[in-house]
């Protein structure tokens, strides 16, 4: 309809002019003459202005297609994300030979359990704690120095809470950062186990492990909490594959026949935490080490884990012995080593050491490093990494500290 209107704008001009005029005095043309040239003029024009509208509308269907295009292309990218989380998540399924490794482990732990597990003691309350519902809140008090806060109920119920705790997998993974210096940038995080109970109250090592060892449950609790403590472990790598952590192994989990077995073979089908975890063993346990002590660390390093010495009381060490074994770092405490490296007539020749370490592949952690005053004091002697309250205290893996 359009384009009829236009046409008719020149083409019944041109036709009155070819029939009524015989001569156009301007052009010098007749009227036919003219009329004819009018008509190809407005053909022209309309052509022109056809072609101009077709240009417009093929534009816009472009931008039309651009733009669908570029939804179409997120869409895809969003796809291929799915497929590939998709991916890794069935990647990351163990298959049934897995599975029964951690579960062997775990029954084996529920066994040894339920073993230990003694009769309830009689309930010890102090004069100074209240119970609980007496005040209608949690009862807490502060623990001494840093730390969480003590839950202030009877010993039976502390024994009871652990033992329900295990059983039901209410152990929480608590994370203290580890940095390097001077540039306090995170580089490793130390694990730390707490019980919880069915409330969410946090059961602290400071209230069990002295019931625990007069009952007899200390073993069986820390083979529980390291084997809780890997697999939580490997939950948090999945998400960030670029951490790495430091996780306890105590005398009595190594020194564990039938436990360690079990946890070997359970290691053995994670070996994808190699990079992400550093197994902490005390001084004590390394030095004098048993037969057990002995045959489990090389059947860690054979998988090729990698260690840290921890609870260090001297540093006369034979460190070429420790790389060896697989230690690649040795923690000290800040308070120890201002007493041995600092001072007019210091017992450590700091520099000695350190060329020592380098020498040995291996990188010095300061640990209990609690104020500003403390850390300048030990920047002096160039050490590699720090950790303590100063750098962020243990926080649940549920309040990542970033």
Avoid at 67 to 95: C, F, G, K, N, Y
Avoid at 188 to 210: A, K, L, M, N
Avoid at 222 to 242: K, S, T, W, Y
Avoid at 348 to 375: N, P, Q, S
């Amino acid at each position: 309809m359009r384009n009829v209107l236009i046409a008719s704008f020149y083409v019944f001009p041109a036709i009155a002019v070819a029939v009524l005029l015989p001569v156009v005095p301007l052009l010098g043309l007749p009227g036919w003459g003219a009329g004819l040239f009018l008509l190809i003029v407005g053909g022209l024009v309309q052509s022109g202005l056809a072609l101009r509208t077709v240009r417009a509308s093929s534009e816009r269907q472009l931008e039309v297609l651009a733009h669908e295009l570029a939804v179409t292309r997120q869409d895809l990218d969003a796809a291929r994300e799915e497929v590939s989380r998709i991916r890794e998540q069935i990647d990351e399924m163990p298959d049934s030979g897995h599975v029964v490794a951690e579960l062997k482990v775990l029954q084996g732990l529920l066994g040894q359990l339920s073993a230990k597990t003694p009769d309830k003691p009689k309930a010890k309350p102090s004069a100074e704690k209240k119970p609980v519902d007496d005040i209608g809140l949690p009862a807490v008090a502060a623990a001494e120095g840093h730390g969480e806060p003590l839950l202030l109920i009877d010993d039976a119920e502390v024994l009871t809470i652990v033992e329900q705790a295990l059983r039901e997998d209410r152990v929480d993974l608590y994370l203290q950062p580890i940095v390097s210096l001077p540039s306090r940038k995170r580089q490793f995080y130390e694990c730390f186990s707490r019980i919880v109970d069915d409330r969410g109250r946090v059961i602290t090592p400071e209230q069990y492990i002295p019931l625990a060892e007069e009952a007899g449950l200390v073993a069986v609790i820390d083979n529980m909490l390291l084997f809780r403590c890997i697999q939580l472990v490997r939950r948090a790598v999945r998400g960030h594959p670029e951490l790495a952590f430091f996780c306890n192994i105590s005398n009595g989990s190594l020194t564990d026949v039938d436990f360690f077995t079990d946890f070997i073979e359970f290691l053995s089908d994670n070996q994808k935490l190699i990079p992400n975890l550093y197994f902490e063993f005390e001084q004590d346990a390394i030095t004098d080490p048993s037969y057990e002590t002995q045959v489990n660390l090389q059947r860690l390093q054979d998988l090729g884990f990698h260690f840290s010495l921890d609870q260090v009381r001297t540093l006369d060490i034979d460190l070429p012995h420790l790389a060896d074994l697989g230690f690649k770092y040795i923690k000290v405490g800040a308070h120890m080593l201002h007493e041995m490296a600092r001072g007019d007539d210091p017992m450590l020749d700091m520099r000695r050491f350190k060329g020592a370490l380098d020498r040995c592949a291996m990188d010095l952690i300061v640990e209990k490093i609690e104020t500003e005053d403390m850390l300048l004091d030990l920047l002096d002697l160039k050490i590699d990494f720090g950790q303590g309250y100063l750098f962020g205290e243990p926080r649940p893996t549920t309040q990542p500290a970033k």
